[in-house]
């Protein structure tokens, strides 16, 4: 079955740098097209970024486009997600979701239990 | 960017009801390539991951029980719930993934 394991998240400063790892296992991890998203304590769902399965297409939301970095290395079947610039509004919990389908406009069909990233000083 | 807008916020239906929450997108997520809203529905209970319902606005995901439907077409989309179970407490969500960035919708909560 699809699993899906994030790690990384910790207490940093504001103004600190990250790198989350999500683990993927079950499924042909270089076939799919991968999503984190993250969620505030006590607030809903926000997108963060999404790549493609191979790589060549890199999407952010607004509010992380040039402090974030999402990349892939298919040989480890494992997704980050690069930090930096860290800001107060960053603190969430960070899912990590395979995408549904191989393509950039896919859903997030499965999740992980998510890493909690908390920056404060 | 596409803002996602869900209404109501919160609901309370009783065990049996219909539940109904609406999604609006303001941009159209209708493609004219393959005639496909590329809208979803997601499920998170207390504690949990959020949980893929529904994709392509109707297209129920395997395991999903079918009293769960989607529906609308272009901006305006509908999650109904035809008979309210316990389990069904949870928030509700749509997300656009029509054009990046893949907007959410402020949640529903809903509520016995």
């Known amino acids: 079955q699809v699993l899906l394991v994030e790690s990384g998240g910790a207490v940093v400063r504001p103004g600190g740098s990250l790198r989350l790892s999500c683990a993927a296992s079950?499924?042909?991890?270089?076939?799919?097209?991968m999503h984190w998203v993250r969620q505030a304590p006590g607030k809903g769902l926000e997108w963060v970024a999404f790549?493609?399965?191979?790589?060549?297409?890199?999407y952010y939301a607004d509010s992380v486009r040039g402090r974030f970095t999402i990349s892939r290395d298919d040989s480890q079947n494992t997704l980050y997600l690069q930090m930096n610039s860290l800001r107060s509004e960053d603190t969430a919990l960070y899912y990590c979701?395979?995408?549904?389908?191989?393509?950039?406009?896919?859903?997030?069909?499965?999740w992980g239990q998510g890493t909690l990233v908390t920056v404060s000083s | 960017d596409i803002v996602m807008t869900q209404s109501p916020d919160s609901l309370a239906v009783s065990l049996g009801e219909r539940a109904t929450i609406n999604c609006k997108s303001s941009?159209?997520?209708?493609?004219?390539?393959?005639?496909?809203?590329?809208l979803g529905w997601y499920q998170q209970k207390p504690g949990q991951p959020p949980k893929l319902l529904i994709y392509w606005a109707s297209t129920r995901e395997s395991g999903v029980p079918d009293r769960f439907s989607g529906s609308g077409s272009g901006t305006d989309f509908t999650l109904t719930i035809s008979s309210l179970q316990a389990e069904d407490v949870a928030v509700y969500y749509c997300q656009q993934y029509s054009r990046p960035p893949y907007t959410f919708g402020q949640g529903t909560k809903l509520e016995i």
């Open positions: 079950g499924f042909s991890f270089r076939t799919y097209g």
């Open positions: 941009q159209s997520v209708l493609s004219s390539s393959n005639s496909e809203n590329y």
């Open positions: 979701a395979k995408g549904r389908g191989y393509g950039d406009y896919v859903a997030a069909e499965y």
């Open positions: 790549i493609r399965y191979d790589g060549t297409n890199k």
